[in-house]
C-alpha cells in the first residue's frame, strides 16, 4: 500500500470495537468488528469475534451493547482474538470512527498480552468529517449519519458499527476531493492539522492516528533502461512480413536465415496482418508432423497481432508482453501501421518488476477505482526512477505517456456511458488531443486536465462530442486529475468541434490574437492524439503548423510576451522569492519554453517538446549554438528542481506544486539555479533578434 493511494482506490478495513467502558485507561476489549473496502465500494468480506474479558462487565455498559460475562464465556481470549482480526487486517489501511479510543483499548491490551499493536496506517473518520463539515454542531456516528443521509440500524454492536462507519468514509470521499484531499497522505496530513481535536484525544487518553511503519517499505532499486528508452529504440525495422500463401517451410527457411524468432503473415482478404513463430512451428510440428511445413502460412498464422506503438516506452511492451503472455508484439506508428518487430529476445537485458506493468494496469484497468490506483502508483515510480539516477525530463515524458493512456481510456469509459444512457456510438470518427506539457511530454507531478476532441462529422454532431468530452472529463477528475481551473478541456465548446472549425479557431487565434488567444496557442500548439483517429489529428497538425508559420502578428505577439518576464534574482545575486519558495514555471521554464515554440512555429518545425524543438533549431543554425545549449542545461535545471521538491511534499502529503522551497537548497544546488536563471535573461532580445532582424523564416 503507498500514501500516495488515491482515498478512491483504497483497499482498508473499517473496524470497531464494544469495550467494558469509554475509559482508555482502564476499559476492556469486548468485541472486534471489521469490513473490507475495495476500489471504493464496501466488499462483501465481513470480520467479527467476540473477546472473553475475564473480568466483570459493569451493567451500565452492558445496557448499552448487550455483552454480558456469560455470553462471552466461551468467546476466545484477547490474543486469540486478536491474530485473528491481524490476519484479516493484514497491512491494509485501518480506519474507525474516533478511532483514537480503539487504538488506546488495543495498545493496552497488547501491552497486558506482551503484543505489538497494529503498525498499520490510520485514518478517522472524524477528524476527516470535521475537514468536509468544520461549522457541523457534532461529529458522532450518528450525528454524521443524519447529516449525510445514512441508514443507522444495530448500532453499538462493533459490526454494525464499523459498516456504518464504512458508509460514512465513502460518502466523504468526494467531499475531501472538493477540498482538494484526494489521496491518503494528503488526508493523513490534512487530519494532523486539527490540533485542537488531537489534543483532547490526548488529553482523555486517546491515542492519535500516525502512519503506520509496515505499510511501505523502503523504494526498491529497478530498472531504469526501460522507462528511459522507447520502443522504436531496440525494436526489429523494418519489418519482415510474407504472403499468406508461402509455405511454413519458407517461413522456417527465412527465420533461420535472418536469426529471428517470428515473421508476420499478410492477410489481404481478412484486411489485418498474422503473425508466426517459432515456438508456434515447433508446436506445429509436435502435433501434425513433418507434413505441416508444406502448409502455407496464411491458415495457420496467429490474429489478431497484438501491437505496440513504436514511440511507447520499453516499460508498456514489458507489461503487455507479461500480461497477455506472448513473447511477440507488432511495433507501429502512429497511424498504426506496422513497422517493426519486437520480442522477448529484444527485452532479455532489460529487468522487469511490479513498476513495469503500471502502464498495462492502466490500459488493462476494469473501474475507474482501479484507473485511480494505476494512477496512485505513479509518484512511486517516478521517485524510484528519480533514486536510479533518471533525469527529470525522462521523468516528465513517463508521466506525460501515463496522463496520454488515462485520457485515451477516460474516453473508451466516456463512450461506453454515452451508450448505456441511449446516446449511441460516435456520429463520425473524431481524435481526443491532449495540450500543454502533457502534449510536449513535459508533465511533471501537478497535471491538470488540458484536452480537446476533434471530429469528422457535421456541427450537428457538436452535442455529442460535447456530451463525450463532459464525461471524460469528469472520469479523469474521479481518477485523480483535477479539472483545468482555465476550462481548456474537452467539456467546452472552445476545444471541441469538426475540422472546420479547429480551422476557423486557428485562424481566429492568428489574425485577431487577443491575450486570450495567446494562451490559446501557448497551450494547443504542443498537442498530441492519444486516441481516435490519428490521421485527423495528424491532418490538424500539419495544417495548424502551415498557419502559424506565416502568422507574423502572432509570432511577433508570442515573442512581446516575454519581454515582461526577468529572472527572479534580485540585488547581490538574491533570490526573489515568497514565503521562502519560487515558483520556478513562472520564473525559470516560461522562458524557455514560450522561446522553443515561437522560433518553432515561426520556422514550421515539426518537433513538439522543448527540448525536440531546442535540438531542432540547433541542428537547422536558428540561433546561436551557446544560447540554446545554456538553455537546455537550465531545462534541465529547473525541471530537476521542481521533479525534487514535488517528491518531497508528496511523501510529506501536501499537494505538489511548481513552488520550490529555496530556502532548503544546498549551495550548489542553489548556485546551479541561480546560473540558470541568469543564463535566460537575454531570451526575449534572442527571439525578436532572430525573427525581426530582416531575415525570413524558413
Known amino acids: 500500500m503507498t500514501r500516495h493511494q488515491p482515498l478512491l482506490a483504497l483497499d482498508a478495513i473499517v473496524f470497531d470495537t464494544e469495550t467494558t467502558g469509554l475509559d482508555a485507561s482502564e476499559a476492556r476489549l469486548l468485541q472486534f468488528g471489521a469490513v473490507h473496502i475495495e476500489a471504493g465500494t464496501l466488499a462483501a468480506t465481513r470480520f467479527e469475534c467476540k473477546v472473553n474479558p475475564s473480568v466483570a462487565i459493569p451493567p451500565a455498559s452492558t445496557k448499552i451493547h448487550g455483552l454480558t460475562a456469560e455470553s462471552l464465556a466461551g468467546a476466545p481470549t484477547f490474543p486469540e482474538a486478536y491474530a485473528r482480526f491481524c490476519g484479516f487486517a493484514e497491512t491494509r489501511v485501518l480506519i474507525g470512527h474516533n478511532v483514537g479510543f480503539d487504538l488506546a483499548i488495543l495498545q493496552r491490551e497488547c501491552k497486558l498480552a506482551g503484543l505489538k499493536p497494529p503498525q498499520n496506517r490510520m485514518l478517522d473518520t472524524r477528524l476527516l468529517a470535521e475537514l468536509c463539515f468544520p461549522r457541523l454542531a457534532g461529529f458522532t456516528l450518528d450525528a454524521l449519519a443524519s447529516h449525510l443521509g445514512l441508514t443507522i440500524s444495530g448500532r453499538h454492536d462493533a459490526l454494525a458499527d464499523a459498516e456504518l462507519t464504512a458508509k460514512l468514509f465513502l460518502a466523504l470521499i468526494p467531499r475531501l476531493k472538493e477540498r482538494n484531499i484526494r489521496t491518503l497522505a494528503e488526508a493523513e496530513t490534512a487530519c ?3 490540533t485542537n481535536v488531537l489534543d483532547n484525544y490526548a488529553r482523555v487518553g486517546w491515542v492519535e492516528p500516525v502512519a503506520g511503519q509496515s505499510a511501505e517499505s523502503a523504494l526498491s532499486r529497478i530498472d531504469a533502461y526501460p ?3 522507447r520502443v522504436k529504440d531496440i525494436a526489429s525495422m523494418p519489418p519482415l512480413v510474407m504472403p499468406a500463401d508461402a509455405s511454413l517451410g519458407g517461413a522456417t527457411a527465412l527465420m533461420a536465415t535472418k536469426g529471428i524468432s517470428s515473421v508476420f503473415v499478410s492477410l489481404p482478404d481478412a484486411g489485418e496482418i498474422g503473425i508466426i513463430t517459432e515456438r508456434d512451428i515447433i508446436r506445429l510440428i509436435g502435433t501434425k508432423g513433418p507434413g505441416v511445413l508444406d502448409n502455407t502460412i496464411g491458415a495457420l498464422a496467429s490474429r489478431p497481432l497484438l501491437t505496440v506503438p513504436a514511440d511507447a ?11 497477455r503472455n506472448v513473447r511477440h508484439l507488432g511495433v507501429v506508428d502512429e497511424t498504426g501501421a506496422l513497422v517493426g518487430a519486437l520480442s522477448a529476445r529484444d527485452l532479455l537485458r532489460l529487468r522487469s518488476s511490479d513498476a513495469l506493468a503500471l502502464g498495462d494496469a492502466i490500459d488493462t484497468s476494469q473501474s475507474i477505482a482501479d484507473l485511480a490506483k494505476a494512477w496512485g502508483r505513479l509518484s512511486g515510480v517516478v521517485a524510484r526512477l528519480v533514486a536510479e539516477g533518471v533525469s527529470a525530463a525522462e521523468c516528465a515524458g513517463v508521466i506525460a505517456r501515463e496522463i496520454g493512456a488515462l485520457t485515451r481510456r477516460a474516453a473508451i469509459e466516456a463512450e461506453k456511458r454515452l451508450a448505456e444512457r441511449g446516446q449511441g456510438a460516435p456520429p463520425a470518427p473524431y481524435a481526443v488531443l491532449v495540450l500543454g506539457s502533457g502534449g510536449r511530454g513535459e508533465s511533471l507531478l501537478v497535471p491538470d486536465q488540458d ?10 454532431d457538436d452535442a455529442f462530442f460535447l456530451a463525450l468530452g463532459h464525461e471524460m472529463n469528469e472520469v479523469l477528475d474521479d481518477i485523480g486529475i483535477p479539472l483545468c481551473k482555465g476550462g481548456v478541456m474537452a467539456r467546452n465548446p472552445a476545444w471541441n468541434g469538426n475540422a472546420e472549425a479547429w480551422r476557423s479557431r486557428i485562424i481566429s487565434w492568428t489574425e485577431t490574437v487577443t491575450p486570450e488567444d495567446l494562451l490559446s496557442v501557448d497551450i494547443f500548439f504542443d498537442f498530441r492524439a492519444v486516441h481516435g483517429d490519428m490521421a485527423l489529428a495528424q491532418g490538424l497538425a500539419s495544417e495548424a503548423r502551415a498557419i502559424a508559420a506565416k502568422a507574423r502578428a502572432m509570432v511577433k505577439l508570442l515573442a512581446d510576451q516575454m519581454k515582461s518576464w526577468s529572472p527572479p534574482i534580485g540585488m547581490f545575486g538574491r533570490l526573489i522569492t515568497e514565503e521562502g519558495r519560487m515558483d520556478l514555471k513562472k520564473g525559470g521554464l516560461f522562458p524557455i519554453v514560450a522561446s522553443a515554440r515561437c522560433l518553432a512555429l515561426s520556422h514550421a518545425l515539426p518537433a513538439r517538446s522543448t527540448r525536440e ?11 546561436a549554438d551557446r544560447d540554446l545549449a545554456a538553455f537546455e542545461k537550465a531545462l534541465e535545471t529547473l525541471m530537476e528542481l521542481i521533479l525534487a521538491q514535488q517528491l518531497a511534499d508528496i511523501a510529506a502529503g501536501l499537494p505538489p506544486s511548481t513552488k520550490v522551497n529555496v530556502t532548503s537548497l544546498d549551495a550548489e544546488r542553489r548556485e546551479a539555479l ?25
Open 227 to 229: 522507462f528511459r528508452h
Open 674 to 698: 541561480k546560473e540558470a536563471l541568469r543564463s535566460l535573461s537575454a531570451a526575449s532580445d534572442m527571439v525578436h533578434d532572430l525573427l525581426f532582424s530582416g531575415v525570413s523564416p524558413t
Open 451 to 460: 484536452n480537446a476532441i476533434i471530429h469528422a462529422g457535421e456541427p450537428g
Open 192 to 194: 494532523k492539522s486539527l
Open 613 to 623: 524543438r531546442l535540438a531542432a533549431l540547433r541542428q537547422a543554425g536558428i540561433g
Open 313 to 323: 516506452f520499453i516499460y508498456r511492451a514489458i507489461g503487455r508482453m507479461e500480461r
